[in-house]
């Protein structure tokens, strides 16, 4: 499967492209916008893609029509104002997925953040009210995934770490804000496209104790 991972460079997309690469099932095209970020996936042989977020949905297109699916792990990252939040994160997610639309990919996964589908929710998690505008930027960009007409996959991860993977989560529709490595949630993310039985699902993602194929089966 060809997979087009926008957001290439941040610290999932790394893992997803380099877990992709592992797979030998898989071939990732690491979408990327500054230049200096090519040297780095072209050395380790990954067919590399320059496109702004901020650009035109036809740009992502072009690079889509290769792809037989998308996964949005891109973000502004926290460094970054409101502003770019709701250019990346939410109008960046809603182009990527026009531009799937466009060029007829239909297989598209987004990672999203825990609890955001409560975001308007009285009892929400505390997180989310110490990031506002990341929390319904990332609220409406699923709400979007959720009507189109894509085969999506949302996941949720709770706190990001650096740790090695377990290969052992928890997954449900509401979990508590808890941890989970970025190595896990790239595997998480595989194993959603392997399988189909995740197309039409969201779910939270936590550390947990059941292999990832296993729990994503309980959904």
């Given at each position: 499967?060809?997979?087009?991972?926008?957001?290439?460079?941040?610290?999932?997309?790394?893992?997803?492209?380099?877990?992709?690469?592992e797979?030998?099932?898989?071939?990732?095209?690491?979408?990327?916008?500054?230049?200096?970020?090519?040297?780095?996936?072209?050395?380790q042989?990954?067919?590399?893609?320059?496109?702004?977020?901020?650009?035109?949905?036809?740009?992502?297109?072009?690079?889509?029509?290769?792809?037989?699916?998308?996964?949005?792990?891109?973000?502004?990252g926290?460094?970054?104002?409101?502003?770019?939040?709701?250019?990346?994160?939410?109008?960046?997610?809603?182009k990527?997925?026009?531009?799937?639309?466009?060029?007829?990919?239909?297989?598209?996964?987004?990672?999203?953040?825990?609890?955001?589908?409560?975001?308007?929710?009285?009892?929400?998690?505390?997180?989310m009210?110490?990031?506002?505008?990341?929390?319904?930027?990332?609220y409406?960009?699923?709400?979007?995934?959720?009507?189109s007409?894509?085969?999506?996959?949302?996941?949720?991860?709770?706190s990001?770490?650096?740790?090695?993977?377990?290969g052992?989560?928890?997954?449900a529709d509401?979990?508590?804000h808890k941890?989970?490595?970025?190595?896990?949630?790239?595997?998480a993310?595989?194993?959603?496209?392997?399988?189909?039985?995740?197309?039409?699902?969201?779910?939270?993602?936590?550390?947990?104790?059941?292999?990832?194929?296993?729990?994503?089966?309980t959904?």
């Open positions: 499967m060809n997979v087009l991972v926008i957001g290439a460079n941040g610290k999932i997309g790394e893992r997803l492209v380099r877990q992709l690469q797979s030998k099932k898989h071939n990732p095209i690491a979408m990327i916008r500054k230049e200096e970020q090519l040297k780095k996936f072209e050395e042989g990954v067919k590399t893609a320059l496109v702004d977020l901020e650009g035109s949905i036809d740009d992502i297109a072009n690079v889509a029509k290769d792809a037989d699916a998308v996964v949005f792990t891109a973000g502004s926290g460094h970054t104002g409101p502003d770019k939040t709701m250019l990346i994160d939410l109008d960046g997610a809603i990527s997925m026009k531009a799937a639309q466009q060029a007829s990919v239909k297989r598209f996964i987004m990672v999203s953040g825990i609890g955001v589908h409560r975001w308007h929710d009285t009892n929400h998690l505390d997180w009210d110490s990031s506002p505008v990341y929390s319904a930027a990332k409406y960009a699923d709400a979007w995934l959720e009507r007409d894509l085969d999506y996959t949302i996941i949720r991860p709770g990001l770490t650096n740790d090695i993977g377990t052992k989560v928890t997954v509401d979990l508590p941890q989970i490595s970025r190595e896990d949630v790239a595997s993310i595989i194993t959603s496209l392997e399988n189909n039985e995740t197309i039409g699902k969201s779910f939270d993602i936590i550390n947990g104790e059941m292999p990832i194929l296993e729990a994503l089966k959904l």
